[in-house]
């Protein structure tokens, strides 16, 4: 059974810091791309980041570029999601994803199709 499960997610104030944490299991971790993802109320879900496990690569959107870092733990088999700088506007429900890695060049232009499995989800909120 392929699995990820967000962990980290809270409340936060802006300016503050929070990782999110993304454990995957049930493949081969160098087979996907690891990316992040969120969803604001209302709103469509958008790519935040992406990393490839194979060769360490990392991708961002423009709203959270300079702010947030993606990173690995292969040992533990997770991949993070480091948010610097948060804003209100960062507030959404911020999902991890199995990203195919098959032209992972193209993430930051169409970075929702090339996903296969989604996580649950975790709630991060940024007040004032």
């Known amino acids: 059974e392929v699995q990820l499960v967000e962990s980290g997610g809270g409340a936060v104030r802006t300016g503050g810091s929070l990782r999110l944490s993304c454990v995957v299991s049930?493949?081969?971790?160098?087979?996907?791309?690891i990316g992040w993802y969120r969803q604001a109320p209302g709103k469509e879900r958008e790519g935040v980041s992406c990393?490839?496990?194979?060769?360490?690569?990392?991708y961002y959107s423009g709203s959270v570029k300079g702010r947030f870092t993606t990173s690995r733990d292969y040992a533990k088999n997770t991949v993070y999601l480091q948010m610097n700088k948060v804003r209100p506007e960062d507030t959404a429900v911020y999902y991890c994803?199995?990203?195919?890695?098959?032209?992972?060049?193209?993430?930051?232009?169409?970075?929702?199709?090339?996903?296969?499995?989604w996580g649950q989800g975790t709630q991060v909120t940024v007040s004032s």
């Open positions: 994803a199995a990203v195919r890695p098959t032209m992972l060049g193209l993430w930051v232009i169409s970075p929702l199709v090339m996903v296969d499995y």
């Open positions: 049930g493949f081969t971790f160098d087979d996907y791309a």
């Open positions: 990393l490839s496990t194979s060769d360490g690569s990392t």
